[in-house]
């Protein structure tokens, strides 16, 4: 998606402020060069000249902006991630821990906590993946985190799924659902929840439960603190692991998390 009219792009305006950053660097710097008594502030030719400086620089030199936007990225990119990892740690048990949350495998050692959306098409391709890893590795502890971001049917989606958790079905249920191609509708949805076993009229009734409610408004609220944007995301220790990762790095944090 392009940027709006008379909007500058995100790197256009990281060099502009670069730029001005220079600009003010070698203004102090002259300013203190200054004679004692003398004004601290530019003439205007001083700032013209420091202008020009800077410009031509920058024109014989233009890998200076590429190599600072780049290094600046990095350093955004890493307190960002500093940040999310300290909010996993302050939000842990409300991650892990919440007792209205499916589980698989709950005396597992390592817990992975996943966020997902019924509606989304990287968490259905991920799903099977994810299904051997929990059936495989019975120490694998799994969080399922329903976050129906995209639209009234992801929500359905999501309500069904937890309100099935009272007839014991929430994990085969789940799986199912991940496995619907196309777009999905309530009819869909509660097809595939009579394919699994379930009482569609109790499921219905249960889907109109406040706990239910409760349960997608903190995951939304969770999501919100670390923060997470989109769908999937997985938390594995103290690490954010965002969209459809290759489920061998998932299995190398698995590990790591394990000390080995």
Do not use: W
Not at 43 to 66: F, G, M, N
Not at 115 to 129: H, I, L, S
Not at 141 to 147: A, Q, T
Not at 197 to 204: E, F, H, S, T, Y
């Amino acid at each position: 998606m392009g940027n709006p009219p008379g909007r500058l792009s995100r790197p256009v305006q990281l060099a502009l402020a670069l730029l001005s950053a220079v600009i003010l660097i070698v203004g102090v710097v002259v300013a203190n060069r200054q004679p004692p008594g003398e004004p601290t502030a530019l003439s205007p030719a001083q700032s013209a000249a420091v202008r020009t400086l800077v410009r031509d620089y920058i024109h014989d030199h233009p890998e200076v902006i590429s190599d600072a936007l780049k290094a600046l990225v990095k350093k955004q990119r890493a307190a960002e991630e500093e940040r999310q990892k300290t909010n996993i740690r302050v939000l842990a048990k409300q991650l892990k821990h919440d007792p209205d949350t499916p589980v698989a495998n709950g005396d597992g050692d390592v817990t992975i906590v996943e966020f997902f959306d019924y509606e989304c098409p990287y968490c259905k391709a991920m799903a099977p993946k994810l299904h051997d890893l929990i059936e495989t590795d019975k120490k694998v502890r799994f969080v399922f985190k329903d976050y129906p971001v995209l639209g009234p049917i992801s929500d359905f989606a999501a309500r069904a799924a937890l309100a099935a958790r009272k007839q014991g079905k929430y994990i085969p249920f789940h799986f199912a659902m991940m496995g619907v191609r196309g777009q999905m509708n309530e009819d869909m949805v509660l097809a595939t929840a009579s394919e699994v076993g379930i009482d569609v009229a109790r499921l219905q009734k249960d889907m109109a439960a406040p706990e239910i409610d409760q349960i997608i408004e903190r995951n939304k609220s969770l999501a919100d603190k670390i923060p997470i944007k989109g769908t999937p995301n997985f938390i594995i220790g103290e690490t954010l692991v965002p969209g459809a990762a290759d489920i061998s790095y998932i299995k190398e944090l698995i590990a790591k998390a394990r000390g080995r």
